[in-house]
């Protein structure tokens, strides 16, 4: 079925590390992508986005890195701090279906003091 | 806070039951989308509706229906429940239809007994 999946389930940094989170998606026909944060009891919350005809984009603290050639997304977070503690999903829109965005997995990303 | 507001946070009811999830996006949103999150599915696309129209349509269940009403919010309505329709449900909403940022609501925690 369509999936946009996540290379690692958990990952643990140290605080002040920094962090990447790995995506990996299965349309070519992609172009649109987006990163959200899920706090524990919250709903989804927009980091950052990157369209097809871009392969780097930076907003505060993260990068978002798009390699179309192997379908790859990846989101780094720099100085990694605790209140970065949650669950990271990439999703992928097609324009061809709308406003539709699919899922990965998700990545629990977990920083230590 | 993301803007979009959902009622109730919390729903319990027994299995064969009907219930109504009620939207409202932020202010200026023409596109409505629901989402359901559960542990085995994940995230999943249902519906989006776009200035009382739908717009585009994932896997949702023929005993799941929405609308969108004239003044924008949108109820989403799951009748002859199972237990596995236990999740969260998620509201979004974006300004138009396409490719743009999907601000998230903090979701109504359905649980199915």
């Known amino acids: 079925g369509e999936s946009v999946g996540l290379h690692l389930p958990t990952l643990s940094v140290q605080e002040g590390d920094n962090s990447i989170i790995n995506c990996a998606y299965s349309n070519s026909a992609s172009d649109y992508f987006i990163w959200y944060k899920q706090e524990s009891g919250k709903g989804p919350q927009f980091i950052i986005d990157?369209?097809?005809?871009?392969d780097k984009r930076q907003g505060q603290r993260v990068t978002v890195l798009l390699n179309k050639t192997v379908k790859h997304l990846s989101l780094q977070i720099a100085a990694t701090q605790p209140g970065d503690s949650a669950v990271y999903f990439c999703?992928?829109?097609?324009?061809?279906?709308?406003?539709?965005?699919?899922f990965g997995q998700g990545t629990e990303l977990s920083v230590k003091p | 806070d993301s803007g979009v507001t959902q009622t109730p946070k919390h729903l319990i009811t027994a299995t064969g039951q009907r219930v109504t999830l009620r939207c409202s996006p932020r202010?200026?949103?023409?596109?409505v989308y629901w989402y359901q999150q559960s542990l085995d599915q994940g995230l999943q696309f249902l519906i989006q509706y776009y200035n009382g129209e739908e717009r585009a349509k994932g896997n949702i269940l023929e005993r799941f229906s929405a609308q969108q009403f004239p003044d924008l919010h949108s109820e989403l309505n799951l009748s002859s429940l199972e237990l596995g329709d236990s999740a969260l449900y998620f509201c979004?909403?974006?300004?138009?239809?396409?490719?743009?940022?999907?601000?998230f609501g903090p979701g109504t925690r359905l649980l199915v007994l």
């Open positions: 979004a909403s974006s300004v138009s239809t396409g490719q743009e940022t999907q601000y």
């Open positions: 202010s200026g949103d023409l596109s």
């Open positions: 990157i369209r097809s005809n871009m």
């Open positions: 999703a992928e829109n097609r324009n061809n279906q709308g406003g539709k965005l699919i």
